[in-house]
């Protein structure tokens, strides 16, 4: 039923867990499914991901499909991780079953919404922070603005 590939990222997650410093960390779920990703990102100031990582709340497929998403775009620009497909993710891992596909979509989604998300601080946006954990202390931020 899965691929050689996609057993090997279940089982051999790559670049699990959070990043210390991430500068855009994105987090989405499937409501149907139950599945729930979050990404981690750290972006130089080149523009260039040097370190990602995720945490995955799922099953084997939402695991493989995060932790294949973190390893195309690790060492890649902004610009290409915008790039990633879902379509990529799959071929990458060498398929997915049908009822499987829509992992893939949340791992390209969750890539996105941390893109989105370093944007947003960037532009010193904290109240669109997309995070659950990424470090930044809102209580303090509020108490600073008050």
Partial sequence: MYTEKVMDHFAHP????EVEGANGVGMVGNAKCGDIM???LKV?????????????????????TSSMATELIKGKSIDEALK??????????????????????????????????????????????N??????DHESEEQKAE
């Fill in 14 to 17: 790559r670049n699990m867990g």
């Fill in 38 to 40: 979050q990404m981690f």
């Fill in 44 to 64: 130089n100031d080149d523009g260039i991901i040097e370190d990602v990582g995720f945490k995955t709340f799922g099953c084997g497929a939402a695991v493989a």
């Fill in 84 to 129: 990633l497909t879902n379509s990529a993710v799959v071929e990458a891992l060498e398929g997915l079953p049908p009822a499987k596909l829509h992992c893939s979509v949340l791992a390209e989604e969750a890539v996105r919404a941390a893109i989105d998300n370093y944007y947003a601080r960037k532009e010193g946006k904290a109240e669109e922070c």
């Fill in 131 to 136: 995070c659950v954990s990424c470090g930044h």
